[in-house]
């Protein structure tokens, strides 16, 4: 680049500087996903086929994504190495990975608007849509966005989607925080005061430890995927970084996918197949129940009814919870 100005060997370090570093942390969360992907084949052979068809759906889209960015990373340090017309364009593969990742990501947070309908035990339909609703406004700018890049060809034009990506920011970390603390009430909050309480009358009944699991595993990953997100948004509307705010854009699908096959991998699963055991909890804990109640005579015996009754209710509500969530 020894005939090249200071002014475009700058450029070029900042595009294809930028999006080489990138496509390298693609190609790494790409192995992760597929090291998940073999563990859930492996732990749920026999799981629903239209689990395993999401899970080949969101796959599929990270490894065109990983296609995409590698075909790029490789025309602009190869093809059209030192090329600073070349740079002045925006590659094909641009659009096609943020459609990529924004479908991904409308996938997962379909489910998860599914999962939380579940273990409400179907009864709350109004977060579910609002998560549902956000996700779809979040994808449908995008595909905006991905329209403008393919009919502006320039790199400049870049700047006409600015206004909008904070409205897909705003749409994608609402539908998380939903789906986070929708999680938290309906695996915790809801039953800790009481379960914990009244655990010594059904100590063998351990959801509350796996729910903990599950929570933190959502999470983390959905913390992973506001962070990720959120330095890409800051660092697309800093001009000084160049191609460095898709740092974290080529992995969101991949995030997106792997907190999908988390979700999957943390239910329970009984030599190697993907059955739950919480209704073999449930009947152990009635026999414990029936057990200790013909313990009691008189009128201990009948309060003690009672209060077991109103402890088996919520109870009951847990492992319907449980259960719901183990087989959705």
Known sequence: MSGLSAAEQTQIILSVGG??????????????????????FSKFPTDKWWFKSLVILCVSMCIGDTVGTGVWTYDWTVTNYANPAALTFTHW????????????????????AWRVWMIS??????????????????????????HILATHKLIADLTL???????????????????????????????RTKLLKKQQT???????????????????????????????????????????????????????????????????????HGTSGAGQS???GGVELNALSGRHTGSTQVSVHIQRERTGDWQ?????????????
């Open 282 to 284: 449930s009947s152990r």
């Open 121 to 146: 035990m179907k009864k709350n339909w109004i977060v579910p849509v609002v998560i549902a609703c956000l996700s779809i406004l979040g994808w449908c700018v995008v595909c905006w966005m991905v």
């Open 19 to 40: 999006v080489v570093v990138s496509n390298c942390l693609s190609y790494l969360t790409m192995g992760i996903v597929l090291s998940a992907t073999w563990t859930y």
């Open 161 to 191: 989607v600015s206004p909008v990506v904070y409205i897909w920011l705003g749409g994608s970390v609402g539908a998380d925080v939903l789906i986070t603390g929708s999680m938290i009430y309906y695996l915790d909050l809801r039953f």
């Open 93 to 112: 593969a641009f659009p096609a990975e943020a459609f990529l990742l924004a479908t991904c990501g409308l996938v997962v947070q379909l489910f998860y």
């Open 316 to 328: 009951g509500q847990a492992k319907a919870a449980f259960n719901d969530y183990e087989s959705a």
């Open 202 to 272: 059904q100590p063998g009944f351990q959801a509350l430890g796996r729910f903990g699991q599950i929570i933190v595993r959502t999470v983390e990953c959905n913390l992973l995927s506001l962070f990720a997100q959120a330095v890409s948004v800051g660092l697309f509307n800093n001009n000084g970084v160049g191609f460095y705010f898709v740092i974290t854009d080529m992995t969101l699908a991949k995030v997106y996918t792997f907190s999908l096959l988390v979700s999957l991998n943390s239910r329970h699963s009984e030599n190697g």
